[in-house]
């Protein structure tokens, strides 16, 4: 599974980080940091932030299968942890 948030898109709405805490987290007010492949354990709780996001930022690639169906395209992200700057 991989990770992809468009931090263009993301406003800090933070329903990630309630859903699937450890896997999002938000430092500050508006700075958002994720981890772009958790572990498996993880997988339905960030399909569900993933579904809850207001304004669907975030992006779950599901191994070969590709993105979740249900989720839009998004602008690619950086390997290891990503963050607002």
């Known amino acids: 599974m991989k990770i992809v948030v468009d931090l263009n898109?993301?406003?800090g709405y933070a329903q990630c980080v309630f859903l699937a805490p450890?896997?999002?987290?938000?430092h500050g007010e508006e700075a958002l940091m994720y981890?772009?492949?958790p572990p498996g354990e993880q997988?339905?709780?960030v399909l569900r932030a993933a579904?809850?996001?207001?304004?669907?930022?975030?992006?779950?690639?599901?191994g070969d299968a590709g993105p979740v169906p249900g989720e839009?395209?998004?602008?690619?992200?950086?390997?290891?942890?990503?963050?607002?700057?």
Request: net charge negative; proline share 5%.
């Open 22 to 26: 450890g896997v999002f987290e938000l």
């Open 51 to 62: 579904v809850a996001c207001p304004v669907q930022a975030i992006l779950v690639e599901d």
């Open 72 to 85: 839009e395209g998004l602008a690619s992200g950086e390997e290891g942890r990503s963050g607002v700057r």
């Open 35 to 37: 981890t772009p492949q």
């Open 9 to 11: 898109r993301c406003q």
């Open 43 to 45: 997988r339905e709780r």
